[in-house]
């Protein structure tokens, strides 16, 4: 959970007689989402040296250059249990700025990178008009851009909140989003793999992965099973082999659109003049549509979007309404631009417009998203040559290769979940 976004101007203070400096963050705006700290003591968050650490990453190698550049920066504190995303701003005229945000260490900070990228966008403009309003002593303005500041963090945080309490189909979003947590199903997709061979090719991918949070939605769903397998004495050397934690795909899972079956009943009980339009632009979707030949990339920009707090509670809205293109709800957040919302979600075919005889536009939800899971009985054969293939080479030289135990946990743990479901 987020802890808080607080903003520092960085300040040399350099005494003009002795040329010597004393560097501080001055604070400018503190937001905390927990009553555990307030702007006079925030120390149990982040203390100085990290503040100091921050400011570092962000400027070195470009320290005392006199233009204006910005960048972020994500990683653990030192000194506080806490992870960081920060902003650094540096204006034309030389005036630094640091926007900190400050998570607990089990969120997953990719996942609020674009709210947090957004925000940085909008703090551009604050920051230079509060730079303006200081140089010139204007009071009034200082005020009022101190409380729009103070309004977006706390906006912010209102959005990185919103995110953090995701769904089940969004939780699907969080694998399909992801290139690593691709990487983890299509490992698992073809034999049990041990959690320590797994995490060694996503550090391939991204040295600064953490398995266990890539993990937590796969668990979450009841896609894998995690077990510890007792491993096998080397009759030669006497080591202990093939022994630790292993993970276990018991289901599978893939994006899937659907009609919108809601809003086509809602057409036919109401006679909706608009139902053989919405029809036949559904019939037109799905004729050519196949779940298994979705090209990935498609998959991945849909997860992405349903990731997006104003565009998911949009989409769940649509799903048994539809809304002329003039009076469409006022349901996005302060900041979202409609058009563009609306726009992407067209590319994708999620919602379609339809004109009707007066020639007025109206938005509908072209297809529902529903995620199949599926038993994976493909991995019966895969199981057994993998555990052939251990049985027939010495140790080390067959790649993919399984013991008997593993092979007899993953038959066992098909078996036991074969029954269960995952509703959506």
Not at 83 to 112: A, N, P, R
Not at 336 to 362: G, H, M, P
Not at 405 to 410: G, L, V
Request: with cysteine; proline share 4%; net charge negative.
């Amino acid at each position: 959970m987020i802890q808080g976004i607080l903003t520092f101007q960085f300040k040399l203070n350099q005494n003009e007689t002795t040329g010597e400096i004393n560097p501080e963050f001055s604070p400018i705006q503190l937001v905390f989402s927990s009553s555990k700290f307030d702007e006079n003591e925030f120390s149990g968050l982040i203390k100085e040296n990290d503040i100091f650490g921050s400011f570092y990453q962000h400027t070195v190698g470009v320290f005392g250059v006199k233009y204006g550049f910005s960048n972020f920066y994500a990683g653990r504190l030192k000194e506080t249990p806490y992870q960081v995303f920060s902003y650094f701003k540096q204006l034309t005229d030389g005036t630094q700025y640091l926007t900190l945000c400050l998570f607990e260490l089990d969120d997953e900070i990719e996942l609020f990178e674009d709210l947090i990228k957004e925000m940085a966008s909008r703090l551009d403009t604050i920051f230079e008009k509060l730079t303006k309003a200081s140089n010139t002593r204007q009071l009034d303005l200082i005020s009022n851009v101190n409380v729009r500041l103070k309004n977006e963090l706390k906006y912010t945080i209102f959005q990185v909140e919103r995110l953090s309490k995701l769904d089940k189909l969004q939780k699907v979003s969080l694998i399909y989003n992801s290139n690593e947590r691709l990487k983890i199903l299509e490992i698992l997709r073809e034999r049990p793999a041990s959690k320590k061979d797994i995490k060694a090719m996503v550090e391939q991918m991204k040295p600064t992965a953490n398995i266990d949070i890539l993990l937590r939605p796969f668990l979450e769903l009841n896609l894998i099973r995690r077990d510890w397998i007792k491993g096998e004495k080397d009759k030669k050397t006497g080591v202990v082999t093939n022994q630790g934690e292993y993970i276990f795909l018991v289901k599978d899972i893939i994006f899937a659109r659907v009609p919108n079956q809601n809003l086509l009943k809602h057409f036919k009980d109401t006679n909706n003049d608009l139902l053989p339009l919405f029809k036949q632009k559904s019939i037109d979707y799905f004729n050519d549509y196949d779940p298994y030949e979705e090209p990935i990339e498609n998959t991945q920009r849909l997860a992405s979007i349903l990731l997006n707090p104003d565009v998911y509670d949009f989409f769940v809205l649509m799903r048994s309404n539809h809304y002329p293109l003039d009076k469409i709800p006022k349901i996005f957040s302060e900041f979202a631009v409609t058009e563009i919302l609306l726009d992407n979600l067209k590319k994708l075919n999620v919602i379609t417009e339809i004109k009707d005889e007066n020639k007025r536009s109206w938005i509908c939800l072209l297809t529902d998203i529903k995620p199949l899971t599926i038993f994976p009985e493909y991995l019966l054969p895969k199981i057994r040559e993998a555990y052939r293939k251990g049985e027939e080479v010495e140790e080390g030289e067959a790649e993919g290769k399984i013991t008997f135990e593993i092979a007899k946990k993953a038959l066992n743990l098909l078996e036991v979940s074969y029954p269960e479901k995952i509703t959506f």
